[in-house]
């Protein structure tokens, strides 16, 4: 009898051995392929070569696996994955569960046919009627630091790194309304205070914004880079635009990234609103495109702006350009000015779990594209929904301010959008004060360039960043030392040019016979 239940435990042990392992090899990287022609672009890549590197059981409550694997994929025809238009390495993530870190092999200056990339990726699968089925998306899940509920000592230091690693825990959407207050103003607290301390160990620093967006993620890649080649800088996680350009223009910061619409205002200054012109600020550079995202629940019936009005709608936190660039197109559209009992002044972060919890119809975001908060949320769940901007309302927005540009944000790019979506576009813009040194910017725009390719190994959207675009959307002066790098570049290009037979040649011809 003993010997029998041996045998039926190894019969057991086999049979889970053999679930465990998922779905063969072909069938994987059927699937990829499959993904990749029918979510990102069709016959694009080849799949060349597939490691198959193990299996984990899942802990999102689905009887299932996650499979990882590292994939070749050869490229079938020319394509740019860091172009500010068109689909990009966020969404290629998305598409194979992978983490845009975790994507080897694309170039800034786009990639040629027969070009290869490196992937590690994760899908999911689920056991169904004895077949292994695919999850449509797989969210990475990131490990949570533990929290420290007591503390041994009163030491500063020690409540500082407690406090941190409480912050690091995500704000459970479970928590209580007094709960997610309390964190976001220790929150607000720890950021000043690390400031203050850069600041003190001599560092120069750079706004960026909360932890979740672009902004501070390109921050964290860029500072990490700098701080590796000499000069130091520290990343400040601001509340976003507006507090950055009063930072700058106080001196409080010695760099920033805004949005380029709310630098335009604090240069020029906005009379109608109170707001006086930040004469000191200077541009150095547009970094990437972004665009507002209205966001909404299907259940809600939020179809159009006009939906929204008189509805609970959430629009950035006090001090980001979210909530000027919201205000400005509720404005535009011919509305009333929002009112403040339906407004939620919350943060990215805090604004989707509000949507998600019922607390509001409608969410506002100015993000890159994709914005990583936003492909998170649409890879939870699929009733999310898009609201395009009337095109009366860009068009008026255009005519009336330099920064903006109307911008569709393509089909496919996050999970689930079937249909492009005509919004808003403007540049996340790179600032500084008249007062920064040129030696400091020119040191900084030289790392920038300089390291391009590894720091988008990090934070890909660093990739975006190059001499033809830096420009653009600009409406404010250029530090100095700014104008005089880009003078540098056209130089070299111009002499490049000339040491290239028959091309002045055909530069005169072509001038000719214009």
């Given amino acids: 009898m003993r010997y029998l239940q041996y045998i039926m435990v190894i019969v057991l042990l086999v049979i889970l051995s053999a679930c465990s392992r998922g779905p063969d090899d072909e069938t994987l990287k059927s699937e990829i392929q499959q993904r990749l022609d029918q979510q990102f672009a069709d016959k694009l890549f080849k799949s060349v070569k597939l490691t198959r590197k193990g299996s984990a059981p899942r802990l999102d409550g689905v009887d299932g696996i996650y499979v990882y694997y590292n994939i070749e ?33 694309f170039n800034s200056g786009g990639n040629k046919k027969g070009d290869r990339l490196f992937i590690r990726g994760r899908l999911g699968y689920q056991l169904t009627e004895d077949q292994w089925m695919a999850n449509t998306f797989t969210p990475i899940q990131t490990e949570e630091a533990a929290v420290v509920e007591t503390l041994d000592t009163p030491s500063p230091g020690a409540i500082i790194e407690n406090i941190k690693k409480l912050l690091d825990h995500d704000i459970a959407a479970t928590r209580s309304k007094k709960d997610r207050v309390t964190l976001n103003e220790l929150r607000r607290s720890m950021a000043r205070i690390d400031l203050g301390h850069a600041t003190l160990d001599q560092y120069y620093t750079l706004g960026t914004g909360w932890p ?138 805090n604004a989707i779990k509000a949507l998600e919890g019922g607390e509001v119809d409608a969410i506002v975001i100015v993000g890159a594209i994709p914005d990583p908060a936003i492909q998170g949320l649409v890879q939870r769940r699929d009733d999310i929904r898009f609201v395009p901007l009337y095109q009366s309302t860009i068009s008026k927005l255009v005519e009336q301010n330099f920064a903006y ?110």
């Fill in 405 to 514: 540009y109307g911008l569709p944000i393509p089909a496919k790019t996050y999970p689930g959008q079937s249909e492009s979506v005509l919004t808003l576009g403007m540049t996340a813009l790179l600032t500084t004060s008249v007062h920064t040194s040129d030696e400091v910017v020119m040191q900084y725009m030289e790392l920038m360039q300089q390291g391009t390719e590894e720091i988008a190994q990090q934070f890909y959207q660093a990739g975006f960043i190059t001499y033809k675009t830096a420009r653009l959307g600009i409406s404010m002066p250029l530090h100095p030392a700014a104008k005089k790098y880009y003078e540098q570049i056209q130089q070299q290009q111009q002499q490049q040019r000339e040491q290239v037979p028959g091309v002045e040649k055909e530069l005169a011809g072509e001038g000719e016979s214009e």
């Fill in 73 to 105: 994929l050869e490229f079938l025809r020319e394509y740019n994955l860091v172009s500010w238009r068109g689909l990009n390495v966020g969404t290629l993530a998305a598409v194979l569960g992978a983490t845009t870190t975790g994507i080897e092999g």
């Fill in 212 to 349: 979740t967006g672009s902004y501070y993620k390109f921050g964290k890649a860029f500072t990490e880079y700098a701080n590796k080649h000499g000069l130091k800088i520290f990343n400040y996680a601001s509340e976003g635009s507006l507090e950055n350009g009063y930072r700058v223009n106080t001196g409080r910061i010695d760099f920033a990234i805004l949005q380029s619409d709310v630098a335009e205002v604090l240069y020029k200054g906005w009379i109608e609103e109170g707001q006086l012109p930040s004469s000191d600020l200077r541009a150095i550079a547009s970094l990437w495109p972004e665009a507002v995202h209205v966001i909404t629940l299907e259940k809600n019936g939020i179809k159009d702006l006009s939906d929204i009005e008189g509805r609970q709608v959430a629009i950035g936190s006090i001090r980001s350009g979210t909530r000027f660039t919201a205000a400005r197109i509720w404005l535009a559209a011919g509305f009333e000015r929002l009112d403040q009992k339906n407004v939620k002044v919350l943060g990215r972060g």
